[in-house]
């Protein structure tokens, strides 16, 4: 059974960092896409970065590039997201997700995901 579970969400300042993982069980952990999502209230989830399986290249959206970092462990099964310079527009629950599909470059298209963790929210407040 496919489980994904993040967490290190919490309240961050704005300008400040967190790192938040997902821990994955009950498949091939470095054989797949994995790709990190969020979703404020009223607005449509948004691809933040994503991991290929194939090759560990790494893609982020236009938002958070040069201020997120996205690196997984896969001795570990963990995906981890390092946040930094964090603004007000980041603040979100944060959900990580896997794409059945190996060998292909992975997305920041939520629909080509097939498995989903709860989520974290992270919300930024001064």
């Known amino acids: 059974q496919v489980q994904l579970v993040e967490s290190g969400g919490g309240l961050v300042q704005p300008g400040g960092s967190l790192r938040l993982s997902c821990v994955a069980s009950?498949?091939?952990?470095?054989?797949?896409?994995v790709g990190w999502f969020r979703q404020a209230p009223g607005k449509e989830r948004e691809g933040v970065a994503c991991?290929?399986?194939?090759?560990?290249?790494?893609y982020y959206g236009d938002s958070v590039k040069g201020r997120f970092t996205s690196s997984r462990d896969n001795a570990r099964n963990t995906l981890y997201l390092q946040l930094k310079d964090v603004k007000r527009e980041d603040a979100a629950v944060y959900y990580c997700?896997?794409?059945?599909?190996?060998?292909?470059?992975?997305?920041?298209?939520?629909?080509?995901?097939?498995?989903w963790g709860q989520g974290t929210q992270v919300s930024v407040s001064s």
């Open positions: 997700a896997i794409d059945n599909l190996v060998g292909v470059k992975c997305s920041l298209k939520s629909y080509e995901y097939d498995y």
């Open positions: 991991v290929s399986g194939r090759d560990g290249s790494t």
């Open positions: 009950g498949f091939t952990f470095h054989e797949y896409n």
